[in-house]
Nanobody, 119 residues
Framework: QVYLVESGGGLVQAGGSLRLSCAAS????????MGWYRQAPGKQRELVAH???????NYADSVKGRFLIYRDNAKNTVYLQMISLKDEDTGVYYC?????????????WGQGTQVTVSS
């Protein structure tokens, strides 16, 4: 089995910063695209940031210039550096990855980490 485990969430004041981490573990042949999603209360899950295996990135308009996604392929880990946090960034943040493992290529999700921004 393959697991994604997020960490780094918490409570932060508006204007503050946080760094989320997501580490993949298990028998992994390769990790293709990785991404961070978030779900605010009462809203649908949305894409926050995405990074390909070659390092190309894209971001939701609402986080451009404030969030940075990057990965450490040697550690099978993706990060989300968040600065200038706003109330509307509050939500559960999930990482996802397209992983090639002994049973093929599948999308895997982490369990989520709560980010709460207080004003």
């Amino acid at each position: 089995q393959v697991y994604l485990v997020e960490s780094g969430g918490g409570l932060v004041q508006a204007g503050g910063s946080l760094r989320l981490s997501c580490a993949a573990s298990g028998i992994i042949f390769s990790i293709n695209a990785m991404g961070w999603y978030r779900q605010a209360p009462g809203k649908q899950r949305e894409l926050v940031a995405h990074i390909t295996s070659s390092g190309s990135t894209n971001y939701a308009d609402s986080v451009k210039g404030r969030f940075l996604i990057y990965r450490d392929n040697a550690k099978n880990t993706v990060y989300l550096q968040m600065i200038s946090l706003k109330d509307e960034d509050t939500g559960v943040y999930y990482c996802a990855a397209e992983i090639t493992w002994p049973r093929g290529r599948n999308d895997f999700w982490g369990q989520g980490t709560q980010v709460t921004v207080s004003s």
